[in-house]
T-cell receptor
Framework: RKEVEQDPGPFNVPEGATVAFNCTYS??????FFWYRQDCRKEPKLLMS???SGNEDGRFTAQLNRASQYISLLIRDSKLSDSATYLC????????????FGSGTRLQVQP | DTAVSQTPKYLVTQMGNDKSIKCEQN?????MYWYKQDSKKFLKIMFS???????INETVPNRFSPKSPDKAHLNLHINSLELGDSAVYFC????????????????FGPGTRLLVL
């Protein structure tokens, strides 16, 4: 089983749509959770951290369910510029401080 | 100003050659990393250095040798390049935060696209 699993997509949605991505992780001792965004042929960039109580940043909402080891990302009112690959990322061991990446979910927002 | 920079951006070379990739961060971070992103776009940690000390060394062939001359630089040297080494190599850096706080953000360089022929 992969440490972090995501649906690879692609998700093709029209502008203005709401889209949700899910992710599961296998290490129950994981401490920190993130969503990163990676544009084609670019480096990953932090989109948002994910907190236990859930958190929102503009059109983006992240949720964490530790009991189910499940992370989600909701994007409301999709824009063309949201087209990218969204990477679910987990830090399982604060001593190692290395991130474990999911393989990413590709989003294509269409006009 | 570029926070994490890598050189070269592209590297095309023959099998068997030795090559180096350089990374520099101007964020004052204490930890630097090397990740490999393969053709399936899967990003995987290779090495991590904290204040010039190696703290993570994943299952990577010993043809790969990281070197950190100071905490702002982490270079990657690859000996006897093989076809399977073709990938994008990303350098990243982060700063330790207090335990119990939000997770550290890692900042990535633009990547080095290595193609071994």
């Amino acid at each position: 089983r992969k440490e972090v699993e995501q649906d690879p997509g692609p998700f093709n949605v029209p502008e203005g749509a709401t889209v949700a991505f899910n992710c599961t992780y296998s290490n129950s001792a994981s401490q920190s959770f993130f969503w990163y965004r990676q544009d084609c042929r670019k480096e990953p960039k932090l989109l948002m951290s994910v907190y236990s109580s859930g958190n929102e940043d503009g059109r983006f909402t992240a949720q964490l369910n530790r009991a189910s080891q499940y992370i989600s990302l909701l994007i409301r009112d999709s824009k063309l510029s949201d087209s990218a690959t969204y990477l679910c990322v987990v830090n399982g061991d604060t001593g190692r401080r290395a991130l474990t990446f999911g393989s990413g979910t590709r989003l294509q927002v269409q006009p | 100003d570029t926070a994490v920079s890598q050189t070269p951006k592209y590297l095309v070379t023959q099998m068997g050659n030795d090559k180096s990739i350089k990374c520099e961060q101007n964020l004052g971070h204490d930890t630097m990393y090397w990740y490999k992103q393969d053709s399936k776009k899967f990003l995987k940690i290779m090495f991590s250095y904290n204040n010039k000390e190696l703290i993570i060394n994943e299952t990577v062939p010993n043809r790969f040798s990281p070197k950190s001359p100071d905490k702002a630089h982490l270079n990657l040297h690859i000996n006897s390049l093989e076809l399977g080494d073709s990938a994008v190599y990303f350098c990243a850096s982060s700063q330790l935060r207090l335990a119990g706080g939000p997770g550290e953000t890692q900042y990535f360089g633009p990547g080095t696209r290595l193609l071994v022929l």
